[in-house]
């Protein structure tokens, strides 16, 4: 399949899937590339108008050499120039984000406001179509995406025009595509989280009138009413009587709480995604002709600064972080007889089980510390950096970290059943069951099993279905 | 005035600004009072009738003790013995106290609970609280209050107000998560003026070195397509009015004054975020346990116990808040340095001025190292307020902190550091326009007044940190009152025009 596109209204989150987690390629339609064609057209116009009138990157030089004005003859030569040859290192980014970058550079370009012509979009279109060059993950935080972009395009044969260099290094299309790999997850994530969370709730039998429906009208959070209606969809037709007779521990009866607020960083991760997929982002950027501006206008600005994206992954790094250290607290209290009422240490089988996690919890805290812009200047006219490389690699080790702890608990709340030899909720048999395949029940006589190497298969169960969204292990 | 309440949907943002900024007064309504009533003679009967069942707080006691069931009665008799002495929970050693206009939203975001019966509070109970707004606030500690829920802050507030010993049972009037509401409405509040004050001190700084404006152009709006972006845009936008067109600097200025739409955008939604969460908060029933009304299924009503006592949502947006302001901070201390780097900014080298005598000039030069320090500081203290890894008390069954405490104190200081750093950058950009005679775009003279009633062109040498320092207080203060005049007016100062 090919994904077509013909304005900015086609950068959607859904079409980003496909191309960066589904290896879908990119047709650019009849009326970006007429729409292209157009614009550059005009743009030349502008140019001729004026050689001397500032148009940063095409009549003068780049950041420091912002101020220097190029004659028409040094314009025409610096055509073909572009950065190139990237300087970064460290480990690559995964190619789904790397596919991200490529679908979202061709936003700026589909109508005209990166003044290039279609055949060069379609040529960075092709990239998707053949072996990407590989992106390090470090050293990639500068005043807007050059640095990065550079790795791009040393995959791109250097046949460009005039004010073409520029427009294929400048603009946010990093921050858009890591914003929007995170997006693309994060929903799925949670659903996942949620699963194992009820299947806590089930270990214990907490009492469930801290799930009541009732809350969603009396709290008035749109992030909790889903929560709730969330756990209730998967809690359905647990059995009401014989419960745990008084209330669970705080960190069973809070989930409706902190995972509404996961609800709430998730929606707001996946409203910066959109919005920044389908921004255009170029310094200049150049607007076609209007009646007010006949031959357009390029107006120089920043917006190759994204300044949603960290944020919005900080927050929820931090949330990760908060159902890390949730899904901690029910192992340890699971385990405990005279919290959890369920048999000690379910019967001494669980061995280390239950013991790893607080590494992993730590790792995800220091993972959601926030990424604030630099300290650090570069240059005094690039003196803003923008940080989002460092909020993504955090976003990496903080979904690791979750869906490893959630792996874990998973593997207590499924012992939990069976030292009681009870069942999961009905909608969560077969995703208990798809666990097991991976980590069955453990006892004191099969301890010489590596439940380690059992759990971590697990956990990439749970990576992979946050990609595919299969979050019922089906 | 006095605020009237008559339901929740009355627990508004404005309404807590009122009660909690402007000191007025509030008053239930003759149905809201009668509401309360049947409520908690409801209550009662439902009690009667579940005598065997799990009521938190009505057949346990609580927390550790909520596993040991007891009949109503003899919870009353234990519960009346422990309150004996009313400030039994007040176990904080003291330290930083929680800011009035904190504490008074606080009391308003409890009124909420009891409004449409949702806590069985008994009306009298609940005119005793309201009665708090009559009289100044008692002390509460910022520090040692960190617990599950905000019971033990609550032993401060409520410390004095009268039990109503004929009340009968009431559920969970003392628990829920009032104080995580009202101090994010408070700062919620303080959040959106200190923001308008920030844009006003950028659009000097945009003059002051006379960057190009089509940064700034309002087409962006439609190529970002974000709309807090667009609000930051239009801000700018009114501000910078009339502003001169021509001549201006001729090619673009450095990168932080490029990308202010996008960092001030990132600061509106962040301010949107915690308005919005704060005003959700301020409606919400957040008591344990929470009492539904009677309906066909449930003629008494029924109870449930729940964690609605640990906010979630608002700890979140005032980190955010918090963060937005370092990234602003950072901006601003750009500024402030290249206003002062003439071969940067083209303006006058350190913002001497051209005219005085080389030996003798003196300017704001230096002025910009003041707020490294405060950056500094600010990165360390923003950072997220998460969910306690430790067990943090003896009762396994408390193992989880409301973290609102935390995160109101560290907003509230990086919020006060912010204000220096704007005091210094709105002082660079009034001393840049002075030195090179000129006025701002006619939107922000007024303002650059108010700058310069505290902080007068540097003309000869003098001490300029009391000067500096007078203007972040005026600043922080004016997230307060509201009045961008910076109290100028109030002193008859207003009238001073921009050079």
Redesign the interface.
């Known amino acids: 399949m090919t994904v077509v596109v013909n304005s900015r209204k086609d950068f959607t989150l859904d079409n980003f899937r496909r191309v960066a987690v589904g290896g879908e390629s990119v047709r650019i339609g009849r009326e970006g590339a007429t729409a292209m064609r157009e614009a550059r057209k005009a743009f030349v116009r502008l140019l001729d108008s004026d050689r001397t009138q500032f148009i940063y990157g095409v009549t003068t030089g780049w950041g420091m050499d912002a101020k220097v004005r190029l004659t028409p003859e040094q314009q025409r030569a610096r055509a073909r120039r572009s950065f190139r040859g990237g300087a970064a290192l460290g480990d690559p980014l995964p190619e789904r984000a790397v596919r991200g970058i490529v679908f979202a550079r061709l936003a700026s370009y589909i109508e005209g406001n990166a003044k290039i012509r279609p055949e060069t979009a379609r040529t960075v279109a092709s990239l998707l179509e053949g072996r990407l060059p590989q992106i390090p993950i470090d050293g990639q935080v500068w005043a807007g995406e050059i640095v990065p972009l550079a790795h791009l395009l040393e995959a791109l044969p250097n046949d460009l025009e005039l004010a073409e260099g520029e427009a294929l290094s400048n603009g946010s299309p990093c921050a858009a595509a890591l914003v929007a790999d995170v997006a693309v997850q994060a929903a799925n994530r949670l659903a996942i989280a949620e699963r194992v969370f009820v299947l806590s709730i089930e270990a214990i039998q907490a009492p469930l009138e801290a799930y009541d429906p009732d809350l969603a009208t009396l709290w008035g959070d749109p992030g909790e009413a889903r929560a709730i209606k969330n756990l209730n969809r998967l809690l359905a037709g647990v059995p009401k009587k014989g419960r745990r007779f008084y209330q669970a521990p705080v960190s069973w009866r809070i989930l409706p709480r902190i995972l509404g607020q996961a609800h709430r960083a998730v929606g707001q991760v996946e409203d910066v995604a959109r919005s920044s997929l389908a921004s255009a982002s170029d310094n200049p950027v150049y607007e076609p002709p209007s009646r007010a501006h006949p031959h357009g206008r390029a107006m120089s600005n920043g917006g190759y600064h994204n300044a949603a994206a960290s944020p919005a992954l900080d927050t929820l790094n931090a949330s990760w972080s908060d159902l890390c250290t949730l899904a901690d607290h029910h192992m340890t209290k699971l385990k405990r007889s005279h919290v959890s009422l369920l048999p000690e240490q379910m019967r001494q089988d669980l061995g280390m089980v239950g013991m790893a996690q607080i590494g992993f919890v730590e790792e995800a805290r220091r993972a959601a510390q926030r990424t604030f812009i630099p300290a650090a200047e570069g240059d005094t006219q690039n003196d803003v950096a923008e940080p989002v490389f460092l909020a993504y690699k955090k976003s990496l080790v903080a979904a690791e970290c979750l869906d490893t702890v959630l792996a874990m608990l998973a593997v207590v709340a499924s012992q939990a059943y069976a030292a009681t030899e009870r069942e999961a909720p009905p909608k969560l048999r077969g995703f208990l069951e798809a666990a097991r395949t991976h980590c069955p029940p453990l006892s004191r006589e099969g301890r010489r099993r590596s439940p380690g190497r059992e759990i971590a298969k697990l956990r990439d169960a749970f990576s992979e279905a946050a990609l595919t969204g299969n979050v019922d292990l089906v | 005035m006095t605020v009237r309440l008559n339901d929740r949907t009355d627990f508004t943002l404005d309404n807590a600004r009122r009660v909690a900024f402007e000191g007025e007064d509030v008053e239930f309504t003759r149905a809201a009072l009668d509401r309360m009533a049947r409520a908690h003679e409801t209550f009662q009967q439902y009690v009667d009738a579940s005598r065997d069942i799990?009521i938190?707080g009505v057949t346990?006691l609580g927390g550790p003790e909520?596993?040991t069931?007891r009949t109503p009665e003899e919870t009353m008799q234990l519960r009346r013995r422990m309150m004996r002495n009313r400030r039994t929970l007040a176990f904080s050693p003291g330290g930083e106290e929680l800011p009035e206009e904190g504490l008074r939203a606080t009391v308003f975001a409890t009124l909420a609970q009891f409004i449409e019966g949702?806590t069985a509070t008994h009306p009298r109970r609940a005119q005793a609280v309201a009665d708090l707004l009559k009289r100044p606030m008692p002390s509460v500690p910022a520090q040692g209050v960190t617990v599950?829920g905000e019971i033990l802050a609550m032993g401060f507030l409520y410390g004095e107000v009268p039990q109503i010993e004929e009340a009968g049972h009431q559920a969970g009037s003392g628990n829920g998560n009032q104080f995580t509401t009202g101090l994010s409405a408070g700062g919620a509040v303080q959040a959106r003026r200190r923001l308008e004050l920030a844009v006003r001190v950028f659009c000097l700084s945009v003059e002051a070195i006379d960057a190009?404006l089509?940064?700034y152009?309002p087409?962006?709006k439609k190529?970002?397509?974000?709309r807090?972006?667009g609000e930051a845009l239009d801000a700018m936008n009114g501000l910078l009015r009339g502003a001169r067109s021509a001549k201006r600097r001729?090619?673009?200025a450095?990168?932080?004054?490029?990308?202010?739409?996008?960092?001030l955008?990132?600061a509106y939604?962040?301010v949107a975020?915690l308005e919005e969460?704060a005003e959700?908060?301020l409606?919400?029933?957040?008591s344990?346990p929470?009492y539904?009304l009677p309906d066909r299924k449930h003629p008494f009503g029924h109870?449930?116990?729940?964690?609605?006592y640990?906010?979630?949502?608002c700890p979140?947006a005032l980190?955010?808040v918090a963060?937005?302001w370092?990234?602003l901070g950072?901006?601003a201390h750009?500024h402030a340095t290249?206003l002062h780097?003439g071969?940067?900014s083209h303006l006058p080298d350190r913002l001497f001025d051209p005219s005085a005598d080389e030996v003798t000039r003196t300017s704001t030069s230096y002025l910009e190292y003041v707020p490294n320090g405060f950056?500094e500081e600010m990165?360390l203290l923003?950072?997220?307020s998460?969910?306690?890894?430790a067990?943090p008390a003896a009762s396994?069954?408390?193992?989880?902190l409301a973290p609102g405490f935390l995160a109101f104190t560290k907003q509230r200081r990086v919020a006060e550091l912010f204000d220096g750093i704007m005091a210094v950058l709105a002082t660079a950009a009034s001393q840049a326009l002075y030195v090179t005679r000129r006025a701002p775009a006619a939107p922000l003279r007024l303002f650059l007044a108010a700058v310069r009633a505290h902080v007068p062109p540097v003309t000869e040498a003098r001490p300029l940190g009391a000067d500096v320092q007078a203007l972040a207080e005026a600043l922080g203060e004016a997230t307060s009152t509201g009045d961008f005049s910076l109290g100028t007016k109030r002193r008859g100062a207003g009238r001073v025009a921009a050079r």
């Open positions: 799990f938190y346990s909520a596993k069931h949702n599950a190009p089509e940064a152009d087409a962006f190529l970002w397509g974000d807090f972006e001729e090619y673009q450095p990168v932080s004054w490029r990308v202010l739409p996008r960092v955008g990132q939604r962040a975020t969460v959700t908060s409606r919400s029933i957040s344990n929470g539904s109870t449930f116990s729940n964690g609605g640990h906010n979630a949502i979140p980190d955010s963060a937005t370092v990234d950072e901006v750009r290249k780097k071969e940067v950056l990165r923003a950072q997220p998460l969910l306690s890894a067990e396994e069954q408390d193992d989880q």
